[in-house]
């Protein structure tokens, strides 16, 4: 199984903040990689899909990148509604893993 | 309106059993992917379970020979039936289409996109 490191598992930021969190795959996931956000009591609502194929509806603020192991998930002017969880997930291959998640929390 | 609406959840003894639902609309559950996907108290999400479109299913080994997928095409529902439960299957139990994309010959994997609001297991004495 294809194992995912996922770093921070949290920071503090503040309103306005660049945020960037990385995932790392255990093996070559080729651009197979999505980024989730989730708060508490919700679903998981996904925000990017093959590395950098930004969810219709998620604001531009959100990105991704990478490709083979290493990837980013940057915000680039944090919002109050962003203070979540977010979760990375390799979608190349079954078993889908998921990162340990990496929550987002006011400074 | 795709929506996804799960139920079943529920309080059972260990070595019990539980089927989960997960109603489908807006969308036809037979001509995708499906996987459940749980989230333990306080933790992590972690993938269960996956239906092809063609009726394959695979497993997480955490589940292997006790959890069993399926769906009822006629009722657009994806089920989770779950034997021989234990302690750590306490979770948060959500079903979600895992989205495949097809392009001229090819398929394009790209993940959950629709989740339900999830069903909560637990499993205690």
């Known amino acids: 199984d294809i194992q995912m490191t996922q770093s921070p598992s949290s920071l503090s930021a503040s309103v306005g903040d660049r945020v960037t969190i990385t995932c790392r795959a255990s093996?070559?996931?080729?651009?197979?990689l999505g980024w989730y956000q989730q708060k508490p009591g919700k679903a998981p609502k996904r925000l990017i899909y093959?590395?950098?194929s930004l969810q219709s509806g998620v604001p531009s603020r959100f990105s991704g990148s990478g490709s083979g192991t290493e990837f980013t998930l940057t915000i680039s002017s944090l919002q109050p509604e962003d203070f979540a969880t977010y979760y990375c997930?390799?979608?190349?291959?079954?078993?889908?893993?998921f990162g340990q998640g990496t929550k987002v929390e006011i400074k | 309106e795709v929506q996804l609406v799960e139920s079943g959840g529920g309080l059972v003894q260990p070595g019990g059993s539980l089927r989960l639902s997960c109603a489908a609309s807006?969308?036809?559950?037979?001509?995708?992917?499906m996987s459940w996907v749980r989230q333990a108290p306080g933790k992590g999400l972690e993938w269960v379970s996956v239906i092809y479109s063609g009726g394959n299913t695979y497993n997480a080994d955490s589940v292997k020979g006790r959890f069993t997928i399926s769906r009822d095409n006629s009722k657009n529902t994806l089920y989770l039936q779950m034997n021989s439960l234990r302690a750590e299957d306490t979770a948060i139990y959500y079903c979600?289409?895992?989205?495949?994309?097809?392009?001229?010959?090819?398929?394009?994997?790209?993940?959950?996109?629709?989740w339900g609001q999830g069903t909560t297991v637990t499993v205690s004495s």
């Open positions: 807006g969308f036809t559950v037979s001509s995708n992917y």
């Open positions: 093959a590395a950098s």
């Open positions: 997930l390799q979608h190349n291959s079954y078993p889908r893993t």
């Open positions: 093996q070559d996931i080729r651009n197979g």
């Open positions: 979600a289409r895992d989205e495949v994309v097809i392009k001229g010959l090819r398929n394009y994997y790209y993940g959950m996109d629709v």
